[in-house]
C-alpha cells in the first residue's frame, strides 16, 4: 500500500471490501487485527496488482523484509512465482497419466526427492547459461 500510495479508503473501494471491515484486518495492532479470509486476502492483493503466488512465495522466501526489496532478487522472485503457476495442476496431471495409478500411491514423503531434483535440476541448467555466456565472452574477446 505504502510502495503504491494506496490508503485505507482507496483500497476499500477498489477491493470492494467495506472500510470499516479494512479497518479491522489492518488494523496497526495485531492483537485487534480480525482474521482476514482467503477471499479477502485475494481481493486485497489484486486490488495491488499483486499476484497470490508471487505473495506466498514472497512470504516464504524472504523472512527478512530488506531481502524481499532487494532488486538482486526480483527477478528471482518473478522466476519462483512462473515455476509454481500451474506447477501443481501439471503434477497432478502428470501422475494422473501414468497407466495403473490411481492415486493413492501418492505419498507425502515424495515431496523432499522431487524438491532436490528440482533445485538439482536447476543449478544444472543455470550452471550451462553460464558456461555458455562465458564461452561466448571468450569468442568475442579473441575476434577483438
Known sequence: MAEQNVGQRKLALKSGISKTRLGLLLHSDPGKRATMSLIEFQQILDSLGINIVQAIIAVETFQDQALFHDERFSTSLAMLTELFKGLPGMLVSALDEIEGMDGTEVRKEWAGPLRQAVIEKLVKEVT?????????????NLGL
Open 128 to 140: 550451462a547459461v553460464m558456461a555458455r555466456r562465458e564461452h561466448l565472452t571468450q569468442i568475442s
